[in-house]
Antibody, heavy 119, light 108 residues
Framework: EVQLVESGGVVVHPGGSLRLSCAASGFTFNDYAMVWVRQAPGKGLEWVSLISWDGGTTYYADSVKGRFSISRDNSKNSLYLQMSSLRPEDTAFYYC????????????WGQGTLVTVSS | SYVLTQPPSVSVAPGKTARIPCGGNNIGFKSVHWYQQKPGQAPAVVIYYDSDRPSGIPERFSGSNSGNTATLTISRVEAGDEADYYCQVWDSSSDHGVFGGGTKLIVL
């Protein structure tokens, strides 16, 4: 059974930094690209970032490019999102998800972790 | 950047058919994927690559895609289908994932 468990969500001040983690199990982690998707409370889904199976390719939404960094440790079956220069509009539930082999849709999702950016 | 447009809500009576559109420029040339999200839960894929269904998703869920509109169709709607539905594509011209704004399915 595929399981994705996010952690690291907390309340942080504007301008602060935070690292989210996602622990994966139930599939061969180093065979698949992974993504982060966020959802502000009461709002829709927003794709944030994608990392290829080997970490060699990364993509970012324009809203986070230059502030967020996605990475993975295949030896630990873990995905990360380093977030810096946080803004109130970054407040959201952050979901990690497994991408399909073509890296075009997201077939398994975690339950999410809440990041609140507030003074 | 590529934009997907969905109506905020669609209402349907139990037992009837719900159709949720997703508009995008020449979306028929892209692969469209649909997610269902119930309150307090993570999204889950219900249709991928326009019309494929994951195991465990009822045959009542189907998808189509042509021209400038993709459509998620739910036949014989049940109360348990009430949820938010999001369409999604991968925009290869920008290497960005793109979600529609979401449609709340209301079962009357």
């Amino acid at each position: 059974e595929v399981q994705l468990v996010e952690s690291g969500g907390v309340v942080v001040h504007p301008g602060g930094s935070l690292r989210l983690s996602c622990a994966a199990s139930g599939f061969t982690f180093n065979d698949y690209a992974m993504v982060w998707v966020r959802q502000a409370p009461g709002k829709g889904l927003e794709w944030v970032s994608l990392i290829s199976w080997d970490g060699g390719t990364t993509y970012y939404a324009d809203s986070v490019k230059g502030r967020f960094s996605i990475s993975r440790d295949n030896s630990k079956n873990s995905l990360y999102l380093q977030m810096s220069s946080l803004r109130p509009e970054d407040t959201a539930f952050y979901y990690c998800a497994k991408a399909d082999r073509a890296m075009v849709y997201f077939d398994y999702w975690g339950q999410g972790t809440l990041v609140t950016v507030s003074s | 950047s590529y934009v997907l447009t969905q109506p905020p809500s669609v209402s349907v009576a139990p037992g009837k058919t719900a159709r949720i559109p997703c508009g995008g420029n020449n979306i028929g040339f892209k692969s469209v994927h649909w997610y269902q999200q119930k309150p307090g839960q993570a999204p889950a894929v219900v249709i991928y690559y326009d019309s494929d269904r994951p195991s465990g998703i009822p045959e009542r869920f189907s998808g189509s895609n042509s021209g400038n509109t993709a459509t998620l169709t739910i036949s014989r709607v049940e109360a348990g289908d009430e949820a938010d539905y999001y369409c999604q594509v991968w925009d290869s011209s920008s290497d960005h994932g793109v979600f529609g704004g979401g449609t709340k399915l209301i079962v009357l």
